[in-house]
């Protein structure tokens, strides 16, 4: 209650406060000798009694002061004194002893005396505590010393009380939990900005013995922005607000999906009015997906903590104030779960925007209205239908782009994690190029297999040697041994006759399982031979990262089956980039055809599929875990039976192998291979056997050993 003599440097000082005019008081001599005091002060009038025109001013100040709470409940803001302070005589001796009992320096008065245009005295008062200065005019200097230590006092007690406030948050949350600070202070304010500093200076006193690490944004370094934990601003209007989250916001390497606000609020504006702004205050961060967020103020010796609950039983994105505790006196104790409560885990059926890309079959939408829930299917569709179901949300998908989440088809990679957040990622996913089939063999090709030009070259150049030693030493062979002749003639029709089992073999072969001609099996095969590679723009994101192949890359629609459609239809050394799953699901609708495609040997990249946020969602930190669990427990495995991987061509490497019928009478080729080796051979030792008769005819010591050995 305000006691009967301070009641008017109250009122005063709350004038004063709200740049409201002045109260306005006139006296009315009454018929039993008493005097009749009338206010007037914003849009109340009241009369007060007494037996002096003293009394009568302060007995209508205090009515008029409580017809003002009477019309506006929530009018926190006009002052309040306890019942030890309702003498204003006692203002003083009330201030002094509060400071010593809070360890305080005894404030300083002084006195100006000025006369103003109308040549009446008024006197200023000014009292200083320490950088705080409160000051007071009036036409009685007692009075303006009154309401100068009243001023003062209200302020250290809001100071008090909001420092309290925080040390028993450094202690029981930020020092508990391990948190890493860094405060902000964006006041135009003076006396909110002396205030904030004797804040800070007490918070950094008190946290010597705390210890948690803080950082004042005014001295601290970029390259620290990103290891904070939580965030306190000092703030008057959401327009500061905006600005200090705008530039917190701003640091590309912070991940702040993790980060608790508290924003330290002052406000001299109604109940109304403040409730207002804290709304549009909660809203701001909500639109920037932020949930963990308090707002402590000060009013009339209370302190009050607000958050707001976005989703409940009876609102979405609700961001209406939730006062959590009114406080008087220091809070004893408060913990992590109680300032910073979880949001998110349910969301009562509220709607979430996501952004979904038609690319079956990772995301197969069917635009059915008013039941987009049952239209989304595909792996990632039946992903986000899980985590629908975990989290108790809607769907609501968007054309516009500002949404909760982006699924389907979504690639983890640097670039766009510049701009956004990604989740942790959930499936691993190839890239490989599809190649058509190349024609069968020509006939001529067929004839020429299964020796190469060098190995046909090489029994050409055989048979004109055989020729030629015919001719050249006729009458040498003609002296030869008899036997060995007839072995060397025997040495060469079984040459003959396993060379053309051999051919006649493979050529049987070839007739019955012709195959094509030999596919590029690595990326550096696909440079040089010329290729030109199509795809779609989701797959185009990896380009970046492959230089060499995006000189060669034709981006041709947004849509993969269109993709596939242009690579039927071209000619020539064309393939097709893509991501296995896309592939082995269009291949599933070309499986009569599925042996005119080949995948190329060499993959081309290796990705991970994330799920991609707004920086900073309150969604990541409740997603991850979910996907993480799915994951574990097999149901991402479970999905990726939709990919039928068994559709999938043959690789290059794995034309030639390709398992062949097997007719009575063909040659494996792996038979003819030793066919061959052993043709070779037995030529080596006929030539060798041949070149040591003949030296034998001309050398005597080789001619003893020929004669030895026959």
């Known amino acids: 209650m305000i006691g009967k003599k301070c009641s008017v440097s109250a009122l005063q000082q709350y004038c004063a406060k709200k740049n409201i005019s002045a109260p306005i008081y006139e006296w009315i001599d009454a018929d039993d000798g008493t005097f009749i005091c009338k206010i007037k002060v914003m849009d109340v009038e009241h009369d007060g009694h007494g037996q002096s025109q003293k009394d009568a001013k302060h007995s209508a100040a205090s009515n008029a002061i409580r017809k003002l709470r009477a019309h506006n409940l929530y009018i926190d803001e006009v002052p309040k004194i306890e019942q030890n302070q309702a003498s204003t005589g006692d203002i003083i001796k009330v201030l002094r002893n509060y400071c010593l009992q809070n360890f305080r320096s005894m404030p300083i008065f002084e006195i100006i005396e000025e006369t103003n245009a109308e040549n009446v005295r008024e006197f200023t008062a000014n009292c200083n505590l320490g950088s705080i200065r409160t000051s007071a005019k009036s036409k009685n200097k007692k009075e303006s010393w009154q309401m100068a230590a009243f001023a003062m006092l209200a302020m250290i007690q809001e100071m008090d009380a909001l420092s309290g406030a925080l040390k028993t948050t450094f202690r029981d949350v930020y020092k508990v939990q391990n948190m890493s600070l860094r405060i902000i202070m964006n006041l135009k304010n003076d006396s909110n900005q002396r205030i904030s500093n004797e804040i800070l200076d007490e918070l950094l006193n008190y946290n010597t013995n705390v210890q948690v690490p803080i950082a004042i944004s005014e001295y601290s370094t970029i390259k620290l922005e990103y290891y904070f934990h939580a965030i306190i601003m000092f703030a008057e209007t959401l327009t500061q607000v905006q600005y200090s989250l705008s530039t917190t916001l701003a640091t590309s390497k912070m991940q702040g999906s993790s980060l608790k606000y508290l924003i330290v609020y002052y406000s001299n504006k109604r109940w109304i009015e403040r409730q207002f702004e804290m709304n549009k205050i909660f809203q701001y961060f909500f639109d920037s997906y932020i949930v963990d967020v308090d707002i402590i103020t000060h009013v009339s010796n209370y302190s009050f903590l607000y958050t707001y609950h976005p989703y409940n039983r009876r609102f979405c994105a609700h961001t209406k104030p939730i006062l959590i505790e009114k406080f008087k006196e220091l809070p004893?104790?408060?913990?992590?779960?109680?300032?910073?409560p979880s949001k998110t885990y349910n969301f009562y059926q509220c709607p979430i925007k996501v952004i979904l890309y038609h690319i079956p079959p990772f995301m197969n939408l069917t635009w059915i209205k008013n039941n987009t829930a049952d239209s989304i299917n595909g792996y990632d569709g039946m992903i986000l239908r899980h985590l629908a179901d975990l989290m108790n949300f809607t769907v609501k998908m968007l054309i516009e782009r500002k949404a909760n989440m982006t699924l389907g088809g979504a690639i983890c990679l640097p670039k766009p994690s510049e701009l956004t957040t990604s989740s942790r990622p959930y499936f691993m996913l190839n890239y490989?190029?599809?190649l058509k089939n190349r024609d069968k063999f020509s006939s001529l090709q067929q004839f020429m297999k299964p020796f190469k030009i060098s190995t046909w070259l090489l029994f050409a150049f055989m048979f004109v040697l055989k020729i030629l030693i015919q001719h050249l030493f006729q009458s040498t062979l003609n002296g030869l041994n008899r036997s060995f002749l007839n072995l060397f003639i025997a040495l060469w029709f079984g040459v003959v006759f396993f060379l053309r089992a051999a051919y006649e073999g493979f050529l049987f072969e070839i007739m019955h399982n012709s195959p094509n001609t030999p596919l590029p099996q690595t990326i550096n095969a696909i440079i040089k031979q010329n290729y030109t590679l199509l795809t779609d723009v989701n797959t185009a994101h990896i380009l970046d990262y492959l230089p060499n192949l995006e000189r060669i890359t034709q981006i041709v629609s947004t849509?993969?089956?269109?993709?596939f459609n242009q690579f039927d239809i071209s000619d020539g050394n064309v393939g097709l980039l893509g991501a296995l799953p896309i592939v082995t699901f269009y291949m599933s609708q070309r499986k009569e055809n599925i042996t005119s495609y080949a995948l190329v040997r060499e993959n081309v990249f290796t990705g991970m599929h994330c799920v991609y946020y707004p920086r900073y969602t309150f969604l990541q930190p409740k997603i991850d875990p979910l996907l993480t669990r799915l994951r574990l427990h097999g149901f991402i495995a479970k999905y990726t039976q939709i990919f039928n991987f068994k559709n999938a061509p043959l690789r290059t490497d794995k034309l030639s192998r390709r398992p062949t019928r097997r007719l009575g009478t063909a040659l494996h080729m792996d038979f003819l291979d030793v066919?061959?080796?052993?043709?070779?051979?037995?030529?080596?030792?006929?030539?060798?056997?041949?070149?040591?008769?003949?030296?034998s005819l001309h050398v005597n010591i080789l001619r003893r050993i020929f004669s030895r050995i026959v």
């Open 675 to 695: 066919i061959f080796r052993i043709i070779i051979v037995l030529e080596v030792a006929a030539i060798l056997i041949f070149l040591l008769e003949y030296l």
């Open 332 to 340: 004893k104790k408060l913990s992590y779960t109680y300032m910073y």
């Open 559 to 563: 849509a993969p089956n269109q993709v």
């Open 432 to 434: 490989v190029i599809v």
